[in-house]
């Protein structure tokens, strides 16, 4: 029986680490932290227990039943179970975040050096997608490419830019502002709710799961294990990732006084701490961070979608490629307003599938929990979907009035009120049948 090696369940958990960590996850925490401001202790944990906690829960739930979506989704039944997966996929992948992670890692790493124009543009995202298609045709080197190589050029620049940004602060920490100073810990949940990688570890868990069986192991206990033992690797390279970031823009309220977002703000510290380099050492953090998760997002489509529609592997891969590089150079802005809604409604979705799937051990009948609990978080999903919309006109009025409402929660509780009450149901239906058997 192949188990791996330590080097091996380093450099998984490297991958792993990478699939994550996004332009988003970068420039999220320094925006969070200037708001914080003194307050950045309670910000910093509320935002992890969002922004790692959930995705590691994801990560652990997938490894329980074999890496896929699809499984997760069974006790909903087969129509209902892959229209959830096959709309978390496009969302997550050829629709938004894979085009995303070229224009973000263009904007922020490039267009500094080229400029703005089209051609720069197209240009940038045709090689873009060149490598990350070159690295998501076998998806079985993913480890020793992905983990092995790239990774730990990212970790070094990481270092780089987190030890600066705790041994060469640009200040002092600054006032914390806005809600930040009344309710840290709720912001910085938020936050970290909003970095959405719970969807994105949905898709993941694939990618994980099939790099471990790649390298030879086949005993789905030690699947199980590895997985887990990589998603909590990830999550530990994430936190102090993230804390460094939050303490940076707590530190650089005056260096980066005015900026509106996090890119912002790590563009003005790395310019005051590393002067002309600073630019490069941005543009290799971002590239890199961008690159893998495009890489993972690509390879978690592709596996997807070729057993999904029975075709070959790299037909698919390309399809998805060459589709997600005209997206990012054309109509990317109207995708977005379309996909964010969609991404939004998705969440809680992903949440409480994620939540009950990890509980499954309690229920008797999984499909009489799952479908209605899951039920009325889809309508939660469509009112917060439509609200971020725009349109939140067509949502009646009771919705904004229900506990947690303003901290885009308002699913919460009634989810929480009909698990009770499914779950009593099915103590009541499935203990005679349980005597019985």
């Given amino acids: 029986m192949t188990r791996l090696k330590g080097l091996d369940l380093l450099a998984l958990g490297f991958m792993t680490f990478a699939l994550f960590l996004g332009a988003g996850n970068i420039i999220f925490p320094p925006s969070a932290g200037m708001s914080a401001g003194e307050n ?41 179970g892959v229209l959830l997966a096959v709309a978390v996929y496009l969302a997550i992948g050829p629709l938004f975040a894979t085009p995303r992670t070229a224009v973000a890692s263009f904007e ?17 995202t045709l090689v873009y997608f060149a ?21 730990p050029v990212l970790i070094a620049a990481l270092i780089v830019l987190g030890g600066a940004a705790l041994f060469a602060p640009a200040g002092v920490v600054g006032q914390s502002s806005g809600a930040y100073s009344s309710e840290p810990l709720v912001q910085g949940f938020l936050q970290g709710y909003l970095t959405m990688d719970a969807l994105g570890a949905l898709v993941f868990g694939i990618v994980i ?32 990732v993230y804390l460094s970031l939050f303490y940076l823009g707590a530190t650089s309220h005056e260096l980066a006084a005015g900026a509106e977002n996090g890119g912002q703000i790590l563009t003005a510290y790395v310019s005051h701490t590393f002067g002309s380099g600073g630019s490069l050492l941005l543009a290799v953090v ?16 592709g596996e997807f979608f070729s057993d999904l529609l029975k075709l070959p592997y790299r ?27 969609v991404l939004v409604g998705l969440y809680p979705l992903a949440i409480v599938l994620v939540a009950l799937s990890l509980a499954n051990r309690l229920w ?74």
């Fill in 40 to 80: 950045m202790g309670a910000a910093a944990f509320g935002f992890l227990l969002t922004g790692v906690g959930l995705p590691l829960l994801t990560v652990v739930a997938l490894a329980r039943v074999g890496g896929g979506l699809p499984t997760l989704t069974a006790p909903l039944g087969r129509f209902a």
């Fill in 209 to 240: 799961a099939t790099a471990i069986r790649d390298r030879g192991v086949t005993d789905a206990g030690l699947v199980t294990r590895y997985s887990v033992i990589a998603g909590i690797i990830a999550a530990v390279a994430l936190s102090l």
């Fill in 315 to 341: 037909v698919v891969v390309v399809a998805l490629a060459v589709f997600s590089l005209a997206v990012s150079n054309q109509g990317l802005t109207q995708l977005i307003s379309v996909s964010i809604p």
């Fill in 364 to 437: 008797h009948s999984q499909s009489l929990v799952f479908v209605p609990v899951m039920a009325v978080t889809l309508v939660f999903g469509v009112v917060d979907g439509l609200t971020v919309a725009g349109k939140g006109e067509w949502v009646p009025g009771f919705f904004a009035r229900l506990p947690l409402a303003e901290q885009s929660l308002g699913w919460l509780v009634p989810v929480l009120v009909t698990l009770a009450l499914v779950a009593v149901l099915d103590r009541i239906i499935g203990a005679p049948k349980a005597a019985t058997a």
């Fill in 286 to 301: 971002i590239i890199l961070a961008c690159l893998t998760t495009g890489v993972g997002l690509l390879t978690a489509c």
């Fill in 131 to 151: 490598a990350v298609l070159f690295l998501s045709l076998n998806p079985g080197r993913l480890v020793d490419r992905v983990g092995k190589v790239i990774t």
């Fill in 108 to 124: 922020i790493g490039m267009q500094p050096f080229v400029g703005n124009s089209p051609l720069a543009l197209f240009v940038y």
